[in-house]
């Protein structure tokens, strides 16, 4: 049996909160193979972005252990997650967050830039991207000439850049009306057709019908997982 | 890696121009005044470099006290003290390079309708020789002119123009007081004494015919003065103590009796003149460099505010991939180059006044590209410096934190 790509046990999240410490993630197990693609659905203040962000390498747990790609998250140190972020993964969020000042081909090129990639391949390579996701002829645009889902594809086409074998998004089509959303779920499909794996968080039923795979949280704890239509 | 880095440096510091014209501007102060003020004292040094110079070096004088015959001294009543044989008597310790007395004061030159009041110098030849004093055209007068006492005159650049104009002097007659003097030479021009005096508003005449036609001395034999120059520099104290000795000993002075002359350290005098200048402008530069301190705190005001702002841009960097010394190089370089931009207009605006000041009032300055050099180095160590803290803020930050920050 291959290495999963994630494999979560017993993870825990406390925040330190004015009324004390608050348990928002309470002892998760989870394993996701290579080539899947699952949705997060539960109720706000469930701890999904809890999760995302401990799965995105951007936080650390309190307790409990995390093995990405096989490798175990928690004796990394900074620098070694920033190369996770950059290498191994790819996140796209609720709020796109692309660098405002920035051309929509440089704000793709910039993980790239981290990874030490010459000049001629960022362009190349974020060029390639930009049409994949339909948004060639916008290369010099800044993000604030184009709209909200086009942005948000953008940050997918930044994800995608450095070819990571995992994409995390959090709520990415929150923002977007719903036309929009199943154009970004064309895309999400399109990519865990290629073979990336996929874990989105979503609020929504019918765009968590685009995955294979359902897994529920509630009050920190995973309370369903099941396969879906769409595996079938 | 750090060229990307360069040019979104660049577009941060574009992105809020007159904020990073402000930041600037202490840099550009601060850089501009140390750069002034280095032209205005290396200036002054050079000036007194110049000057010190022209006086001849290793140099030290001897000035006769008066005294009545018999030795007992009386205020101003006699006459000098000093002679020709005491300065035969000093050429002869070892060490002396040359020995000339001289016998000066201030008289009426006259050529044709031409008149002027100068400084009449009688001496011998070895006064050319331990002032390093050239001649343009013509010669110096020998020893043979001293011991037969000739009407003969090497006259300074000053005295020239002034008495013959655009004439060549060599071989006219001038007169000193009434009588005519044949003008042999031409000396070099030397410029402003460390004094402010002219030095080549002077004439040069045998120490003889200066005594018995010029200043008509009773005391034939005496001298007002004597200069004295040394081989070497490290010599100075040495022969000076030795002159000491010799003279009180010719003088017959008792050990209870003070000294009858005088002893003047020339080089020593220049040497200290030389030296507050050099403080001076150590000083001058420290005070402007103050300032640079002032311009790098306002740097790192203004990084530790981009950081603030931009805590949200950081989070996204790391969460994209940056590490700690991704973040902390873009800041640091941000930094550098606000610094570096305020330096180098600080420099050019440093040296456009420096010339100004040089064009309004003359006073010599010196731009040098040392002082230059010394900005560049100032002010990249500024920004990295006073960069440092706040980079150091950005790349700390957690990244959940930041991503958060709204
Ligand atoms: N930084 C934080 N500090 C304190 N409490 C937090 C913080 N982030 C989230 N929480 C709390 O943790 C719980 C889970 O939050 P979150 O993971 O954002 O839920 P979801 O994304 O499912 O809505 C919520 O009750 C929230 O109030
Ligand atoms: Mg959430």
Redesign the interface.
Same mark, same amino acid.
């Given at each position: 049996m291959t290495e999963a790509v994630i494999r979560v046990e017993g993870l825990g999240k406390s925040y330190q909160t004015a009324a004390g410490e608050f348990p928002a993630l309470r002892g998760v197990n989870l394993r996701v193979d290579g080539g899947e693609y699952l949705a997060i659905m539960g109720p706000s203040g469930s701890g999904k972005s809890t999760f995302m962000n401990l799965l995105g390498c951007l936080d650390r747990p309190s307790s409990g252990a995390y093995f990405l790609a096989g490798a175990n998250v928690a004796e990394m140190d900074r620098d070694a997650l920033a190369r996770l972020r950059n290498h191994t993964l790819g996140f796209v969020f609720q709020g796109f967050n692309l660098l405002p000042r920035m051309s929509l081909q440089d704000n793709v090129a910039l993980p790239l830039v981290y990874a030490g990639v010459d000049k001629a391949s960022r362009r190349a390579r974020a060029r390639v991207l930009l049409e994949r996701v339909g948004l060639g002829q916008y290369a010099d645009s800044l993000p604030n000439r184009i709209s909200g889902g086009q942005q948000q594809r953008v940050a997918i086409a930044r994800a995608l850049v450095n070819q990571p074998r995992l994409i995390l998004a959090d709520e990415p089509t929150g923002n977007l009306d719903s036309q929009t959303s199943e154009d970004i779920m064309a895309l999400f499909d399109s990519l865990n057709r290629d073979g990336i794996t996929i874990v989105l968080v979503t609020h929504e039923l019918d765009i968590a019908e685009h995955a294979r795979r359902q897994v529920r949280f509630r009050d920190g704890c995973i309370i369903s997982d099941h396969l879906t239509g769409a595996a079938a | 890696?750090i &060229? *990307?880095?360069l040019g979104e440096a660049w577009? $941060?510091m574009n $992105?809020n121009r007159l904020r990073a014209a402000l930041t600037m501007l202490g840099m550009v102060i601060g850089v501009g005044a140390v750069v002034i003020m280095l032209a205005i004292g290396q200036g002054a040094q050079y000036a007194i470099q110049q000057t010190i110079s022209t006086m001849g070096s290793n140099l030290f004088i001897v000035l006769s006290g008066f005294s009545s015959s018999g030795g007992v001294r009386s205020g101003s009543g006699g006459g000098p003290t000093l002679t020709v044989a005491d300065a035969d008597a000093i050429a002869e310790l070892d060490g002396v390079a040359n020995v000339a007395p001289t016998h000066q004061g201030s008289r009426q030159v006259i050529y044709g309708a031409q008149n002027w009041s100068t400084q009449v110098i009688g001496t011998t030849p070895a006064y050319l020789d331990a002032r390093a004093w050239s001649i343009t055209s013509g010669s110096g007068f020998s020893d043979s002119d001293v011991r037969s006492a000739t009407r003969v005159v090497v006259i300074g650049q000053t005295v020239a123009e002034n008495l013959f104009g655009e004439e060549e002097p060599v071989g006219k007659t001038m007169r000193i007081q009434q009588s005519p003097f044949v003008v042999i030479g031409v000396l070099g021009a030397k410029g402003q004494s460390l004094d402010g005096r002219d030095q080549d508003d002077t004439v040069l005449i045998p120490l003889t015919t200066a005594q018995r036609k010029v200043f008509g001395t009773p005391f034939v034999g005496s001298v007002r003065m004597i200069m004295v120059q040394t081989e070497r520099a490290d010599q100075m104290e040495q022969v000076m103590a030795q002159t000491t000795a010799l003279l009180r000993q010719r003088h017959r002075l008792r050990d209870d009796m003070p000294d009858d002359f005088f002893m003047r350290n020339l080089s020593a005098a220049a040497e200290s003149e030389a030296a507050t200048t050099r403080t001076m402008s150590i000083l001058l530069g420290a005070i402007a460099s103050i300032s640079l301190i002032v311009g790098g705190i306002g740097i790192m005001n203004i990084m530790l505010v981009s950081v603030t702002e931009r805590t /949200?841009?950081i989070g996204? /960097?790391?969460?994209?991939? $940056? &590490?700690? /010394?991704?973040i902390l190089l873009q800041f640091l370089l941000e930094a550098v180059m606000i610094s570096f931009a305020g330096c180098f207009t600080g420099l050019l605006l440093g040296i456009a006044i420096a010339l100004g000041i040089n064009a309004l009032t003359g006073m010599v300055i010196v731009i040098s590209g040392t002082a230059a050099l010394l900005a560049f180095a100032v002010a990249a160590s500024v920004g990295i410096f006073f960069g440092w803290y706040p980079a150091q803020k950005a790349a700390r930050l957690d *990244?959940?934190e930041a991503?958060r920050y709204q």
């Open positions: - | 890696m &060229r *990307p880095m577009s $941060a $992105a /949200r841009e996204i /960097r790391m969460a994209i991939g $940056a &590490r700690q /010394r991704d *990244p959940i991503l």
